[in-house]
């Protein structure tokens, strides 16, 4: 990893800029799940994982409470990640199909995934504050990302924060529509596509399955010649 993604990613566990998400840390991560009662959690803020080198950047909105303010990585050790890897490994992105903490030997192809917001949000509703506090880390993260091709959006919310991220930015007036799968051209010849989330509820509800999951990272490593 470059000096620069180490720095930064130093800096972000070390961020306590927003004292409710600090609070609400702490107490997720003394009054543990039951499941995970004798584990140590994280407990911080969770910075983005990957290949420094990614052609394709996949953007959460948050960590999950008991997923990486757990184990202290983005998706991992819940169910929406096991989802995500076993995606990301069918296309060959992901050298294993789970992802379960720090030291099970994940590597990603080209990609890189990281959250609009560092900490877990009560309710996984930030404030606004919350969300300006932690641009510069998303800032960042796309401007030391120099081969960036591509990005996809997990979930309506980042697709949201993507934007308002990119048109402050640029000062851009045209309006982008939530759709799975449609692509997007952004100021910095990026494409940015939206995905749905790979949540418990939409992948029970069947608002998406493995197969459009599949089909949009396939498309995705054809836009960045992954």
């Not at 504050?129 to 120099?146: G, R």
């Not at 982008?176 to 449609?182: I, P, R, Y």
Request: aromatic content about 8%.
């Amino acid at each position: 990893m470059s000096n620069k993604f180490k720095n930064l990613n130093k800096t972000i566990i070390k961020c306590r800029k927003c004292p409710r998400l600090v609070k609400f840390i702490k107490k997720i991560s003394t009054k543990k799940r039951k499941q995970n009662i004798n584990e140590t959690y994280w407990g911080k803020p969770v910075t983005g994982f990957g290949d420094i080198n990614a052609k394709l950047l996949i953007l959460g909105l948050a960590p999950a409470a008991h997923g990486g303010t757990r184990t202290g990585r983005v998706f991992t050790g819940d169910k929406s990640g096991e989802f995500l890897f076993k995606c990301l490994h069918e296309v060959k992105i992901a050298n294993q199909s789970n992802s379960k903490n720090l030291k099970d030997g994940l590597k990603l192809n080209s990609t890189y995934i990281t959250n609009i917001l560092k900490c877990v949000p009560p309710g996984d509703k930030p404030l606004n504050k919350e969300l300006n506090n932690c641009s510069k880390y998303f800032d960042s993260e796309i401007s030391n990302l120099k081969k960036l091709k591509i990005i996809i959006t997990l979930g309506k919310v980042a697709f949201d924060n993507c934007l308002k991220f990119y048109k402050e930015k640029y000062n851009i007036n045209k309006k982008f529509h939530f759709k799975h799968g449609k692509s997007y051209i952004l100021p910095n010849n990026i494409t940015l596509i939206p995905s749905y989330h790979p949540s418990p509820r939409n992948v029970n509800t069947k608002l998406i399955s493995q197969k459009m999951m599949i089909d949009l990272f396939k498309k995705a490593k054809k836009i960045s010649t992954i």
